[in-house]
């Protein structure tokens, strides 16, 4: 199979706050325009370059943009504060770019923080939004695991070794690392070596959603107003952010359709391609969430 290239890249200027350093992220363009354009979001600990094995389910029926938070892939990685609402505004920059008016939005995991953040925003630039591994409700024990989480970054490379083993055991459900289990330790060896340099951006990340969920009831009625259709695809078996809470999120947003996935942890695209994406192309074919 030949090696996949962007049709089109490039490094966009980012505001805030201001440092010595560069802030640009990356972003990329596959396709020729042709088609209505896929957004995918990363998750906290992803880049660019950890969607190029699905990208083939995709594209012959959609464009696809991708793009890197400030702190990943191939994005500058400033040790200062980020926030959510500016990683969708960074997406909003790059559509303008490229004079795309509309894409439809996949964002799993952290990604789905972006995408939320995106709809409440600018929901008149989405056909569709899908979500994966993400809430939008006060929960303990996401708190929990975002405070646990911090003091492994903050602890030293010690500690980071070890949270790289424990990540893996809690985002990925039973049957996948069954199936997956000769390969666990090179991906944990590749997340650990993309980010070993980098903590400081996985702090940032997870500091990021403190003023986010600070700012949830105030921006309450912003998620209700979101009547963009919208695919929740969540894990049965998700450990990270179990389904019954990603489920709450059917109770703010008003066309919203609930469709969980057996055999998967908290990456489901990654976990079970072959449910997931036929569901989202059958959704995005639609541009309803009656499909």
């Known amino acids: 199979m030949p090696e996949l290239l962007p049709d089109r890249q490039g490094a ?4 805030g706050v201001e440092t010595h350093e560069a802030r640009e992220v990356h972003w990329e363009y596959f396709g020729r325009g042709e088609k209505e354009p896929i957004a995918l979001l990363n998750g906290l ?6 969607w190029y094995g699905i990208l083939p389910r995709l594209l012959p029926q959609h464009d696809v943009v991708l793009y890197d938070y400030l702190g990943q892939g191939e994005s500058s990685a400033p040790d200062e504060p980020v926030l959510v609402p500016e990683l969708a505004e960074h997406l909003v920059a790059v559509l303008d770019l490229l004079e795309v008016p509309k894409v439809h939005a996949v964002g799993v995991s952290y990604g789905g923080f972006v995408a939320l953040e995106l709809a409440r925003l600018h929901q008149e630039r989405l056909h569709t939004l899908t979500l994966s591994g993400v809430l939008l409700s006060h929960e303990e024990l996401f708190e929990m695991y975002e405070a646990l989480s911090l003091r492994f970054y903050r602890g030293g490379p010690e500690a980071f070794e070890l949270y790289t083993h424990y990540m893996y055991e809690k985002i990925f459900g039973e049957a996948f690392v069954r199936r997956a289990k000769a390969d666990l330790e090179r991906m944990r060896e590749k997340f650990h070596d993309r980010y070993e340099a980098r903590v400081h951006a996985l702090i940032r990340f997870t500091e990021a959603q403190d003023p986010l969920f600070a700012a949830l009831d105030a921006n309450m009625p912003g998620y209700r107003a979101i009547a963009t259709p919208t695919l929740l695809l969540p894990g049965a078996d998700d450990r990270a952010i179990p389904a019954a809470v ?4 059917l109770d703010v947003l008003p066309d919203a359709r609930w469709e969980p996935i057996a055999d998967s ?8 391609p072959d449910v997931f994406f036929p569901k989202l192309l059958a959704f995005t074919r639609a541009k309803a969430t009656a499909f």
């Open 12 to 15: 966009l200027a980012a505001g």
């Open 45 to 50: 600990a992803m880049h660019c370059k950890a």
């Open 246 to 249: 990603q489920k709450k999120i």
């Open 265 to 272: 942890g908290h990456v489901v695209y990654l976990e079970q």
